[in-house]
């Protein structure tokens, strides 16, 4: 019979719930911004003056253009993705063996997504140039949406990732 592992014997799994913290924040502070407008200096949405001020502007002029892949893209990550971060973060919290699977299937959403992103960005667009203006910057920013869940999909390779069999404490 399994039994479960407590969060205290699973420290690198504070890595995981850190980063979903971060990914949830984004989706729900940041993401809204390009699907229901764009990065603008004058807005009257804090955070849309934020991504324009302290990165769109000099790092990320795909995010100002803000085609329709990326407001599909990103309405992904504000309504779907965001609220399934909080349940990963319960998850992993309670150790619940039950997210393997879902969270194996989510990561393929945002490694798809964000690798079509920078693949625009890197390289331009047939619609419009769109090239990142400091690519270290973008990279840094966006990477972290690339290798997380190429992580986790590591950490959910077991059928069981928070418990243990109960002959293995005896």
Same mark, same amino acid.
């Given at each position: ?10 420290? *690198? ?15 729900? =502070?940041? $993401? ?7 990065? $603008? ?30 407001? @599909? ?7 779907? @993705?965001?609220?399934?971060? @909080?349940? =990963? ?26 690798? =079509?992103?920078?693949?625009?960005? =890197?390289?331009? $667009? ?12 973008? @990279? ?17 390779? *077991?059928?069981?990732?928070?418990? *243990? ?6």
């Amino acid at each position: 019979m399994p039994i479960p592992v407590p969060l205290r014997e699973r420290r *690198r799994d504070w890595f995981f719930i850190a980063a979903f913290v971060i990914f949830a924040a984004t989706s729900f =502070l940041m $993401d809204p911004v390009n699907v229901f407008g764009r990065p $603008d200096p004058e807005s009257t949405y804090v955070m849309s003056r934020i991504q324009y001020e302290s990165y769109a502007a000099e790092a990320d002029p795909l995010i100002i253009a803000n085609p329709r892949f990326v407001q @599909l893209t990103l309405g992904i990550s504000a309504f779907i @993705l965001g609220p399934f971060y @909080l349940v =990963l973060i319960y998850a992993f919290v309670r150790g619940r063996d039950w997210i393997r699977l879902p969270a194996i299937f989510y990561a393929g959403i945002p490694v798809m997504g964000t690798t =079509l992103y920078l693949g625009v960005g =890197l390289l331009g $667009d047939a619609g419009g140039d769109y090239k990142f203006l400091d690519t270290a910057k973008v @990279l840094a920013s966006n990477l972290p949406y690339i290798v997380v869940p190429l992580l986790l999909v590591a950490r959910m390779w *077991r059928p069981h990732p928070f418990t *243990r069999c109960e002959d293995a404490v005896s």
